[in-house]
């Protein structure tokens, strides 16, 4: 009788464990589903933008799809072409426009940093503003009497120029 306790006992310890990891795998995988459900919508919206990018410039392999919101909601798809040849696509809901020549986030980036030394780049995003492709950069840095506001500025896609006015953001 005594054996039988011992090797209840025995099972026992494992049990909790083994509980413990089933709930965590199941948690996981749950939460993978969730995020799957939400992105659904997003990821059919990508693949209709990129079939209409692909009517303007056949991209044979698509490498970015980055939103952006201003005046309107654009998409702009960034990929290679039958030559091998980098393309960038607008997607607007209205028009598709393909840009041969273009500034890259890391120069805007290296623009602003350079103008604003104390300057915190949140994010670079594409956006139209103004009937204009542009770059849109939410900036972190002081304004002139060294209050930290975030601030919006747009730069040209086309040639890396600042463009429009800078919005600032209030504290409160």
Known sequence: MQRRRVRRRSHRKWLIPVLVLLFLVGLFFASYQYV????KDE????TEIIKRANEAVKLVNVTEVEK????QVVYMVRGTDEHGQ???VWVLPDKVTPMAESTSK???QAQI????PDADVIRITPAYKD???VWQALVKRKDEQGVV???YHFYSFANGSSIGDVYTLPNK
């Open 36 to 39: 799957q459900y939400i992105n």
């Open 149 to 151: 506001h975030y601030f």
């Open 43 to 46: 990821r059919v919206k990508e």
């Open 113 to 116: 940093e350079a103008q604003y």
């Open 131 to 133: 009937d204009q492709y």
């Open 86 to 88: 980098e393309q960038t």
């Open 68 to 71: 952006g919101v201003w005046d």
């Open 106 to 108: 890391e120069t805007i």
